[in-house]
Nanobody, 125 residues
C-alpha cells in the first residue's frame, strides 16, 4: 500500500521558518516523482515544487522559488520542504504527492497518483 505522511506544520509568525517532512512507504522511492502542494481556504490546490524521478532534479514554481527548498533522503524514503521568510499568504494545508511519471517542470495535481493527508501551516502577521 502506497502511503505518504506529512508532518511539521504549525503556527509561526511572519518571517519565520518551518520544515515539513513527507515520509513515503509502499513503493520504490527513487522510481517516483514527489511533489509538494498547498491549498488555502477557498482556493485551488497550488503546486510548489517537485523532485523528478528522471534524475533527481528539483523544480520550483515562482510562488516559492528562493524562499522554499525541497530536499530528499532516499535512505529514509523522505522528502522535506524547508520554508523560510514565511508570509501570511503562505497559510494553507500542505500536501506531498507521488507519481510514477517524469516531468521537467512542476506538474499540476492531476499528474500525481498518491497523496498524503496534509499538514496545516498558519502564518500570522
Amino acid at each position: 500500500e502506497v502511503k505518504l505522511v506529512e508532518s511539521g506544520g504549525g503556527s509561526v509568525q511572519a518571517g519565520g521558518s518551518l520544515r515539513l517532512t513527507c515520509v513515503a512507504s509502499g513503493f520504490v522511492f527513487g522510481n517516483y516523482s514527489i511533489g509538494w502542494f498547498r491549498q488555502a481556504p477557498g482556493k485551488e490546490r497550488e503546486a510548489l515544487s517537485c523532485i523528478t524521478s528522471k534524475d533527481g532534479t528539483i523544480y520550483y514554481t515562482n510562488a516559492v522559488k528562493g524562499r522554499f527548498t525541497m530536499s530528499s533522503d532516499k535512505a529514509k524514503n523522505t522528502v522535506y520542504l524547508e520554508m523560510n521568510r514565511l508570509k501570511p499568504e503562505d497559510t494553507a494545508v500542505y500536501f506531498c504527492a507521488a507519481s510514477q511519471g517524469m516531468s521537467d517542470v512542476v506538474p499540476p495535481d492531476h499528474f500525481f497518483d498518491y497523496w498524503g493527508q496534509g499538514t496545516q501551516v498558519t502564518v500570522s502577521s
